[in-house]
C-alpha cells in the first residue's frame, strides 16, 4: 500500500517489469566495502536506519524519467526504489542491472502536508488546471493518507528514496 501511495504522490507512471536477479545479503560490509548494501525488497523497512548516509541497492534499471532523466526506478522481483540526481541518467541505462550508490532520503506525510495538498488541489481546481475527475482522485489519495496515519496511530508517514551517488553495471 505504501508503494502505491508514493507512485500516487510523485505522478509516476511506470510498467513494473518482472525480472529475474539474484538476491544480495540483507545488510553487509567489509573492509572493502564499508557502505552497507540493502536488497531493494527491504528498503523500505530498512531505510529509516539510513536516513542522511550512503547505502548501496542492486536492480535493474525498469525507468528512466523522460522529463529531464534525472530520476530513475531501480526494480527487483522484490520491490523498487526511486532514485534522484542534479545529473541527468543516460537513456540506454533501461533494462541494465546495476550497483547503486546513494544517499537515503526521507518524505515525512503528517497532516500539514495533507492540507497543503487539498490547498493546491483546490487552487489547481478552480484554475482549471485540472478536470472534476483529477479533483477527486487527488482529494481521496489525500485521504488515504489520512486514513493510513490513523490506522496505524502514527502523525506521519515516511517515503523513502535516494539520491544519487554513483554506479556501476552488474556483469
Partial sequence: MKRILFLLTVFIIV???????????EIKATATQETPQIVIGEFNAKAGDFVN????????????????????LLVTDEGDVHVTSEERFDETLKGSEIM????????????????????????????????KEQFEAKKEHIQQYRDQM???NVDYISNYSLK???????E
Avoid at 510498467?15 to 545479503?25: A, D, G, L, Q, R
Wanted: glycine share 6%; charged share 35%.
Fill in 15 to 25: 510498467i513494473s517489469c518482472k525480472t529475474e536477479t539474484k538476491k544480495t545479503t
Fill in 164 to 170: 544519487y551517488v554513483s554506479y556501476s553495471k552488474v
Fill in 53 to 72: 548516509k550512503e547505502i548501496q541497492v542492486k536492480g535493474i534499471v525498469d525507468h528512466v524519467c523522460k522529463h529531464g532523466g534525472k530520476k530513475i
Fill in 150 to 152: 490513523k490506522a496505524n
Fill in 100 to 131: 547503486l550508490t546513494g544517499v537515503v532520503l526521507e518524505e515525512r506525510i503528517d497532516e500539514a502536508y495533507c492540507l497543503k495538498m487539498e490547498e493546491d488541489n483546490i487552487k489547481s481546481h478552480s484554475e482549471g488546471m485540472t478536470n
